[in-house]
C-alpha cells in the first residue's frame, strides 16, 4: 500500500512513514455522559467508572493524565465505540470515551452529551510509504487545500455529514448583500460578546473551583516530593559513607557510580572507575580457572534476569594486588532503566584467617591419624562426624563409608547385633552402663569422669582381632554434650604374647616341677641300681633271688628312661652339642623309623639340597625324629603317609607362630607331615604339656611331644604345629644355622681302663646319705681310699686335713654350698685335682644353657656301679697322662742351654 488516509501525526510513525503536511482535521478524545450527568472538570473524574475501547490510544493518554493528578478511577474495556456508548446509556458506566468524530453523531443520535474535557489531540494526516516517491505526498497536499476551499467539494460533504456542519445558503431582498452581511456580523458579534461573558462566568468558577482543588492536591505532592528528596539525600549519604565498594552497573556491566570506598579498594580515582566494568578491575583467570569477562558476564545476566547474585571474586587494585572479595548483585531500576547494584567487600583477611584455620585443622586431623589409635566422633544424632586413617586400617571401612552417616559397626561384630560403647554413652551414663552390662567386664576411665574402657574382639577381613576400647563424653566449656569419642587400640599381638608367656610360665612351672621330682628320683634310682649291682655280685644269692634282683633292675631302667625323658623336657639334662648334617642324620636314622612304624605306613623324603648344619646333640635329635614319627603313626591306626622335609628358611622379619614369635635369623626346617585325624584347635593349645595324652590308658606316657618341646628349645629353636580335623597334622621345626664345620655324628664307644685296685683317694660330696654310702661301698670294694662329705663346706674342712686327694666326686645341687661353688674354691687351693659332677640334672651355674663345657666331667644319675668305676677310672687315667707329659716336659733342656 503506497497511500495511507487519515493517520495520526505521530514521532514515534515517522520511521515508517511520510506524512503529508497538510491536515485532514484534528482529532481528540471525548468523554461521553448520560444526559443531565454534566461533567465540568478532570477532578470530577475521580472514582467514575470510565468505559474505553480496548485499543483505543486515548485511553492510555487519559491514564496518563489522571496518574498526573493522583485521580482515581475504574476503566471498563470494551470492543467498540458503539459498546462504549451503550454502556453509558445502560449506566453500567458513567461515563465514556470515544474520539471526536463518533461524539458528534452521537449526542445528536443518542441520549448522551459530550463533557468539556479533551483528550491528547491529534492532527489526522495523509501518509504514504516511504518507498513511494516524494512527489505523491506533495500532489496529495495540492488537492487537499483545492477541497478546503471548494465548499462543494468532497471534503466539505463528508465533514458536513459526519461533523454536522450546515452549509450556509445566500439571501436577496430589497438592501445590498453587504448590509445584510453587516447587519449579521453585528448581530452575530453582539451575541457572541453575551455568550462569551455569559460562558466567561461559567468557565472561571470552574476553573477557580480547580485550582483549589489542584492546590489542595498538589500541597501533599509537594511533601511527597520534599520526602522523597529527603530519602534520596539519606540513600546517597549511605551511598557515600558506606565501608563496602558500591558500584551502580548497567545493563553492559558498565560501571556508572562508583562510592568512595570502591575507590579506596581499588586505590584509584572515581574517573579510573567510571566507565569499566568490574571484570576490567580482576585478574584475567579466576582462582578456578574460568575467565574473568566470561564469568563475570554469567553473574551479570543473572542479576539482570532477576536473580539475586552472591559469590567470592578475585579483584585487582590499579597497583596489580590481587584482593579476595565477597560481591552481591542485586537488581534496581532508575528512571525506568534497569540498573545493578554490585556492593563489594573485601575479605582477604578473612581468607588469611580461614587459611590458618584449615592448617589448624589439618594439623588436628594429622594428629588425630598419627595417634596409635582407631579413634572416631559421633555427634547427638550417632552419626560420625570423624574417622581418622588408623580406623579405616582397624576395620576396613573407609571415610566415605562412615562419615555424616549413623554409626554402624554390625560387619565387625560376626554378624551380631552388639551394643557399641560411644552409642551407648549417647543414651545412659558411663555408672549406668557399668550397671546394665556387667558382663562387659568394663572399668571407669583414669582422669576422665565421663568415660568407660574394655577389651572386646571384632573381625576385620575375616581375622579376629582383640581391641583395647575407651569411650568418654565430649563436652563444651559450658558442660553441654557434643558428642562421644571413641578410641580403639589393636592389642591383638598382645594378647598373643600375653597367651605366650602364660603357656611359656606353664610349661615352665611344669618343667621345674618335673625337674624336682626326676632330680630326687635320679637319687632313688641310683641307689636301687647300685644295690642291685652290689647284690648280684654275691656269689651266695639262689637262683631265685638273681631273678628278682634282675627284675628290680630292669624296672628300675625304665623308671630312669622315664626320668630322662622329664630331664629332657625341663631342660635340665645335658647336652654335647656337634655341628651335624641333618638330612644325614635323617637317612642313617629312616631304617629304625620304618621298622618302628609298620610296613601298612609309607614314609617319604622330601630333603633339601645344601642344608645348613645345627649345632645339636645327634642323640637328642634322634630321639626327636623317633618321638615325632611315633606320634604320626599313632594318629594313623588305619595305615597312611609320613612326610619328612628339610630346607633353609631365612626368616627376614619376626614371624607370628601362635605360641611362639620367631626371631629373624637363618634356620633349617624340618617338617613331619602325616595324614591322620589331624588335632582339634583345643588340644592344640595343650599338646607340648608333659603327661597330657588323647591316648587310651596304658598306650601312653604323654612324654613323646613334651621331650621334643624341650630339646628344640634347649637347642634355641622353635616348634610349630598346624593341623586341622579330618586334614593331618604338620611339626615343624626351626633350628638355627650352625657356622662351624660340621661333624659326623656317630660317636666313639666309651674305653674301658682296667686300673689297678686300690689306686688313688677320691673324696665323695653327696648330701643323700644311701647315695653317698653305696658309692662309698662301690669305690672301697674296687680298691679306692674314700673319704666323704655332706655337703661342700664340710668337703673343704676334709681336704685340709687330708694329706691327698686324687680325685672330687661331688653332687651338683647340695645345701650351704653347691657343686660349682666348692669346684671354684678346690681351682684355687688344689688347682690339680679334677672333678667329677654326679647329677640328676646339671644346675645352671654349671652349664648355661644346658651346654657342657669340654674341660667339666659329668656323671649323670642314675648310673650303674660299672658305669661309676668306667668314668671315674677315666678321668684318673687322663690326669695320670697329663701328669707324665707335664713330667717329660720339666725333664727335656731347654733349647739354648749349655
Same mark, same amino acid.
Given at each position: 500500500?503506497?497511500?495511507?488516509?487519515?493517520?495520526?501525526?505521530?514521532?514515534?510513525?515517522?520511521?515508517?512513514?511520510?506524512?503529508?503536511?497538510?491536515?485532514?482535521?484534528?482529532?481528540?478524545g471525548v468523554l461521553l455522559a448520560a444526559n443531565g450527568h454534566a461533567i465540568q472538570n478532570i477532578v470530577e473524574l475521580n472514582g467514575k467508572r470510565i468505559a474505553v475501547r480496548s485499543d483505543d490510544i486515548y485511553a492510555s493518554a487519559l491514564e496518563k493524565m489522571l496518574n498526573r493528578f493522583q485521580l482515581q478511577v475504574e476503566f471498563l474495556k470494551a470492543s467498540s465505540y458503539d459498546a462504549v456508548r451503550s454502556m453509558v446509556e445502560r449506566g453500567d458506566a458513567d461515563m465514556g470515551?470515544?474520539?471526536?468524530?463518533?461524539?458528534?453523531?452521537?449526542?445528536?443520535?443518542?441520549?448522551?452529551? %459530550?463533557?468539556?474535557? &479533551?483528550? @491528547?489531540?491529534?492532527?489526522?494526516? *495523509?501518509? $504514504?510509504?516511504?518507498? +513511494?516517491?516524494?512527489? /505523491?505526498?506533495?500532489?496529495?497536499?495540492?488537492?487537499?487545500?483545492?477541497?478546503?476551499?471548494?465548499?462543494?467539494?468532497?471534503?466539505?460533504?463528508?465533514?458536513?455529514?459526519?461533523?454536522?456542519?450546515?452549509?450556509?445558503?445566500?439571501?436577496?431582498?430589497?438592501?445590498?448583500?453587504?448590509?445584510?452581511?453587516?447587519?449579521?456580523?453585528?448581530?452575530?458579534?453582539?451575541?457572541?460578546?453575551?455568550?462569551?461573558?455569559?460562558?466567561?462566568?461559567?468557565?472561571?468558577?470552574?476553573?477557580?473551583?480547580?485550582?483549589?482543588?489542584?492546590?489542595?492536591?498538589?500541597?501533599?505532592?509537594?511533601?511527597?516530593?520534599? %520526602?522523597?528528596?529527603? &530519602?534520596? @539525600?539519606?540513600?546517597?549519604?549511605? *551511598?557515600? $559513607?558506606?565501608?563496602? +565498594?558500591?558500584?551502580? /552497573?548497567?545493563?553492559?556491566?558498565?560501571?556508572?557510580?562508583?562510592?568512595?570506598?570502591?575507590?579506596?579498594?581499588?586505590?584509584?580515582?572515581?574517573?579510573?572507575?567510571?566507565?569499566?566494568?568490574?571484570?576490567?578491575?580482576?585478574?584475567?583467570?579466576?582462582?578456578?580457572?574460568?575467565?574473568?569477562?566470561?564469568?563475570?558476564?554469567?553473574?551479570?545476566?543473572?542479576?539482570?534476569?532477576?536473580?539475586?547474585?552472591?559469590?567470592?571474586?578475585?579483584?585487582?587494585?590499579?597497583?596489580?594486588?590481587?584482593?579476595?572479595?565477597?560481591?552481591?548483585?542485586?537488581?534496581?531500576?532508575?528512571?525506568?532503566?534497569?540498573?545493578?547494584?554490585?556492593? &563489594?567487600?573485601?575479605?582477604?583477611?578473612?581468607?588469611?584467617?580461614?587459611?590458618?584455620?584449615?592448617?589448624?585443622?589439618?594439623?588436628?586431623?594429622?594428629?588425630?591419624?598419627?595417634?596409635?589409635?582407631?579413634?572416631?566422633?559421633?555427634?547427638?544424632?550417632?552419626?560420625?562426624?570423624?574417622?581418622?586413617?588408623?580406623?579405616?586400617?582397624?576395620?576396613?571401612?573407609?571415610?566415605?563409608?562412615?562419615?555424616?552417616?549413623?554409626?554402624?559397626?554390625?560387619?565387625?561384630?560376626?554378624?551380631?547385633?552388639?551394643?557399641?560403647?560411644?552409642?551407648?554413652?549417647?543414651?545412659?551414663?558411663?555408672?549406668?552402663?557399668?550397671?546394665?552390662?556387667?558382663?562387659?567386664?568394663?572399668?571407669?576411665?583414669?582422669?576422665?569422669?565421663?568415660?568407660?574402657?574394655?577389651?572386646?574382639?571384632?573381625?576385620?577381613?575375616?581375622?579376629?582381632?582383640?581391641?583395647?576400647?575407651?569411650?568418654?563424653?565430649?563436652?563444651?566449656?559450658?558442660?553441654?554434650?557434643?558428642?562421644?569419642?571413641?578410641?580403639?587400640?589393636?592389642?591383638?599381638?598382645?594378647?598373643?604374647?600375653?597367651?605366650?608367656?602364660?603357656?611359656?610360665?606353664?610349661?615352665?612351672?611344669?618343667?621345674?616341677?618335673?625337674?624336682?621330682?626326676?632330680?630326687?628320683?635320679?637319687?632313688?634310682?641310683?641307689?636301687?641300681?647300685?644295690?642291685?649291682?652290689?647284690?648280684?655280685?654275691?656269689?651266695?644269692?639262689?637262683?631265685?633271688?638273681?631273678?628278682?634282683?634282675?627284675?628290680?633292675?630292669?624296672?628300675?631302667?625304665?623308671?630312669?628312661?622315664?626320668?630322662?625323658?622329664?630331664?629332657?623336657?625341663?631342660?635340665?639334662?645335658?647336652?654335647?652339642?656337634?655341628?651335624?648334617?641333618?638330612?644325614?642324620?635323617?637317612?642313617?636314622?629312616?631304617?629304625?623309623?620304618?621298622?618302628?612304624?609298620?610296613?601298612?605306613?609309607?614314609?617319604?623324603?622330601?630333603?633339601?639340597?645344601?642344608?645348613?648344619?645345627?649345632?645339636?646333640?645327634?642323640?637328642?635329635?634322634?630321639?626327636?625324629?623317633?618321638?615325632?614319627?611315633?606320634?604320626?603313626?599313632?594318629?594313623?591306626?588305619?595305615?597312611?603317609?609320613?612326610?619328612?622335609?628339610?630346607?633353609?628358611?631365612?626368616?627376614?622379619?619376626?614371624?607370628?607362630?601362635?605360641?611362639?614369635?620367631?626371631?629373624?635369623?637363618?634356620?633349617?626346617?624340618?617338617?613331619?607331615?602325616?595324614?591322620?585325624?589331624?588335632?582339634?584347635?583345643?588340644?592344640?593349645?595343650?599338646?607340648?604339656?608333659?603327661?597330657?595324652?588323647?591316648?587310651?590308658?596304658?598306650?601312653?606316657?604323654?612324654?613323646?611331644?613334651?621331650?621334643?618341646?624341650?630339646?628344640?628349645?634347649?637347642?634355641?629353636?622353635?616348634?610349630?604345629?598346624?593341623?586341622?580335623?579330618?586334614?593331618?597334622?604338620?611339626?615343624?621345626?626351626?633350628?638355627?644355622?650352625?657356622?662351624?664345620?660340621?661333624?659326623?655324628?656317630?660317636?666313639?664307644?666309651?674305653?674301658?681302663?682296667?686300673?689297678?685296685?686300690?689306686?688313688?683317694?677320691?673324696?665323695?660330696?653327696?648330701?643323700?646319705?644311701?647315695?653317698?654310702?653305696?658309692?662309698?661301698?662301690?669305690?672301697?670294694?674296687?680298691?679306692?681310699?674314700?673319704?666323704?662329705?655332706?655337703?661342700?663346706?664340710?668337703?673343704?674342712?676334709?681336704?685340709?686335713?687330708?694329706?691327698?686327694?686324687?680325685?672330687?666326686?661331688?653332687?651338683?645341687?647340695?645345701?650351704?654350698?653347691?657343686?660349682?661353688?666348692?669346684?671354684?674354691?678346690?681351682?684355687?687351693?688344689?688347682?690339680?685335682?679334677?672333678?667329677?659332677?654326679?647329677?640328676?640334672?646339671?644346675?645352671?651355674?654349671?652349664?648355661?644353657?644346658?651346654?657342657?663345657?669340654?674341660?667339666?666331667?659329668?656323671?649323670?644319675?642314675?648310673?650303674?656301679?660299672?658305669?661309676?668305676?668306667?668314668?671315674?677310672?677315666?678321668?684318673?687315667?687322663?690326669?695320670?697322662?697329663?701328669?707324665?707329659?707335664?713330667?717329660?716336659?720339666?725333664?727335656?733342656?731347654?733349647?739354648?742351654?749349655?
Amino acid at each position: 500500500m503506497e497511500v495511507v488516509p487519515a493517520i495520526a501525526d505521530d514521532s514515534e510513525d515517522a520511521h515508517l512513514y511520510r506524512f503529508a503536511r497538510e491536515t485532514v482535521l484534528v482529532n481528540w478524545g471525548v468523554l461521553l455522559a448520560a444526559n443531565g450527568h454534566a461533567i465540568q472538570n478532570i477532578v470530577e473524574l475521580n472514582g467514575k467508572r470510565i468505559a474505553v475501547r480496548s485499543d483505543d490510544i486515548y485511553a492510555s493518554a487519559l491514564e496518563k493524565m489522571l496518574n498526573r493528578f493522583q485521580l482515581q478511577v475504574e476503566f471498563l474495556k470494551a470492543s467498540s465505540y458503539d459498546a462504549v456508548r451503550s454502556m453509558v446509556e445502560r449506566g453500567d458506566a458513567d461515563m465514556g470515551l470515544t474520539d471526536r468524530i463518533y461524539a458528534t453523531y452521537a449526542q445528536n443520535h443518542r441520549p448522551v452529551t %459530550a463533557t468539556p474535557i &479533551v483528550v @491528547h489531540p491529534v492532527e489526522l494526516k *495523509f501518509a $504514504t510509504s516511504l518507498k +513511494a516517491p516524494p512527489e /505523491l505526498a506533495e500532489t496529495i497536499d495540492e488537492h487537499l487545500r483545492a477541497w478546503k476551499a471548494d465548499e462543494n467539494s468532497p471534503f466539505h460533504q463528508a465533514m458536513v455529514r459526519w461533523l454536522f456542519i450546515t452549509k450556509k445558503s445566500p439571501r436577496h431582498g430589497i438592501l445590498p448583500p453587504f448590509f445584510y452581511a453587516i447587519l449579521a456580523g453585528v448581530v452575530i458579534l453582539t451575541t457572541i460578546i453575551f455568550l462569551l461573558r455569559s460562558q466567561l462566568r461559567q468557565k472561571i468558577q470552574p476553573i477557580q473551583d480547580l485550582r483549589d482543588q489542584l492546590h489542595a492536591v498538589t500541597t501533599p505532592r509537594r511533601a511527597a516530593e520534599a %520526602a522523597l528528596a529527603e &530519602v534520596e @539525600h539519606w540513600y546517597r549519604a549511605i *551511598f557515600e $559513607t558506606a565501608g563496602d +565498594a558500591l558500584m551502580i /552497573l548497567d545493563e553492559r556491566g558498565i560501571i556508572l557510580e562508583c562510592n568512595p570506598a570502591a575507590c579506596r579498594l581499588f586505590k584509584a580515582s572515581e574517573e579510573q572507575i567510571l566507565g569499566k566494568t568490574p571484570m576490567d578491575l580482576s585478574p584475567e583467570v579466576q582462582p578456578d580457572g574460568s575467565l574473568s569477562h566470561e564469568k563475570g558476564a554469567v553473574f551479570l545476566d543473572s542479576t539482570l534476569a532477576g536473580c539475586p547474585q552472591h559469590f567470592e571474586w578475585d579483584h585487582e587494585t590499579f597497583d596489580g594486588q590481587v584482593i579476595k572479595a565477597e560481591v552481591q548483585m542485586n537488581l534496581t531500576f532508575q528512571a525506568g532503566q534497569a540498573r545493578v547494584l554490585a556492593c &563489594v567487600r573485601d575479605v582477604s583477611h578473612k581468607a588469611a584467617l580461614e587459611m590458618e584455620r584449615e592448617k589448624q585443622r589439618d594439623f588436628l586431623r594429622t594428629l588425630l591419624d598419627g595417634i596409635p589409635g582407631a579413634l572416631f566422633v559421633i555427634d547427638l544424632q550417632g552419626r560420625v562426624i570423624f574417622w581418622n586413617k588408623l580406623c579405616e586400617t582397624l576395620t576396613g571401612l573407609p571415610q566415605e563409608q562412615v562419615l555424616n552417616r549413623p554409626l554402624n559397626l554390625k560387619p565387625l561384630f560376626k554378624g551380631r547385633d552388639l551394643p557399641v560403647p560411644a552409642l551407648l554413652l549417647l543414651e545412659m551414663t558411663p555408672e549406668e552402663f557399668l550397671q546394665r552390662y556387667p558382663h562387659w567386664k568394663a572399668q571407669p576411665m583414669p582422669f576422665h569422669s565421663d568415660g568407660i574402657q574394655l577389651t572386646g574382639e571384632i573381625v576385620v577381613q575375616g581375622q579376629e582381632r582383640y581391641v583395647d576400647i575407651g569411650a568418654a563424653r565430649l563436652r563444651d566449656r559450658r558442660g553441654e554434650l557434643l558428642g562421644i569419642v571413641q578410641c580403639a587400640r589393636d592389642i591383638t599381638q598382645e594378647v598373643q604374647i600375653q597367651k605366650q608367656m602364660l603357656h611359656s610360665q606353664k610349661m615352665e612351672a611344669v618343667g621345674k616341677l618335673s625337674a624336682g621330682i626326676a632330680h630326687d628320683f635320679n637319687n632313688i634310682l641310683t641307689i636301687i641300681l647300685g644295690c642291685c649291682d652290689l647284690l648280684l655280685t654275691k656269689s651266695d644269692l639262689d637262683s631265685t633271688a638273681k631273678k628278682r634282683v634282675d627284675e628290680i633292675e630292669k624296672a628300675a631302667e625304665r623308671a630312669s628312661n622315664l626320668t630322662r625323658q622329664l630331664l629332657v623336657f625341663s631342660r635340665k639334662q645335658v647336652m654335647q652339642p656337634v655341628p651335624l648334617d641333618f638330612n644325614k642324620l635323617i637317612e642313617d636314622l629312616c631304617p629304625i623309623l620304618r621298622r618302628a612304624v609298620g610296613e601298612d605306613i609309607e614314609i617319604r623324603q622330601s630333603l633339601g639340597k645344601d642344608l645348613w648344619p645345627v649345632m645339636a646333640d645327634p642323640v637328642f635329635l634322634e630321639q626327636t625324629m623317633l618321638n615325632l614319627v611315633i606320634n604320626a603313626r599313632d594318629a594313623m591306626a588305619s595305615g597312611g603317609r609320613i612326610t619328612i622335609e628339610t630346607w633353609n628358611e631365612p626368616v627376614v622379619e619376626a614371624r607370628d607362630a601362635g605360641l611362639f614369635v620367631i626371631q629373624p635369623g637363618e634356620y633349617v626346617c624340618l617338617r613331619v607331615r602325616d595324614t591322620g585325624h589331624g588335632i582339634p584347635p583345643e588340644i592344640q593349645q595343650r599338646i607340648f604339656e608333659p603327661f597330657f595324652t588323647t591316648k587310651s590308658e596304658g598306650r601312653g606316657t604323654g612324654l613323646g611331644l613334651a621331650t621334643v618341646y624341650g630339646i628344640v628349645k634347649q637347642l634355641g629353636g622353635y616348634i610349630v604345629v598346624d593341623s586341622a580335623v579330618g586334614q593331618g597334622a604338620a611339626f615343624q621345626i626351626f633350628l638355627p644355622r650352625s657356622k662351624a664345620q660340621q661333624q659326623t655324628t656317630s660317636s666313639s664307644s666309651a674305653q674301658v681302663f682296667d686300673l689297678p685296685q686300690g689306686l688313688g683317694t677320691i673324696l665323695v660330696v653327696e648330701d643323700e646319705e644311701a647315695l653317698r654310702a653305696m658309692v662309698q661301698e662301690v669305690l672301697t670294694e674296687n680298691g679306692y681310699h674314700v673319704l666323704t662329705a655332706s655337703h661342700g663346706a664340710e668337703a673343704l674342712e676334709v681336704l685340709e686335713q687330708a694329706s691327698k686327694v686324687d680325685l672330687v666326686l661331688t653332687d651338683v645341687v647340695m645345701p650351704e654350698m653347691n657343686g660349682v661353688a666348692l669346684a671354684r674354691h678346690l681351682a684355687k687351693k688344689a688347682p690339680g685335682v679334677p672333678i667329677l659332677f654326679i647329677s640328676g640334672y646339671t644346675d645352671d651355674q654349671l652349664a648355661y644353657r644346658g651346654i657342657l663345657l669340654p674341660d667339666v666331667h659329668l656323671l649323670a644319675k642314675p648310673f650303674s656301679p660299672q658305669k661309676l668305676l668306667q668314668t671315674v677310672g677315666r678321668v684318673l687315667h687322663r690326669k695320670s697322662r697329663l701328669s707324665s707329659h707335664e713330667a717329660n716336659d720339666q725333664g727335656r733342656p731347654h733349647e739354648g742351654a749349655a
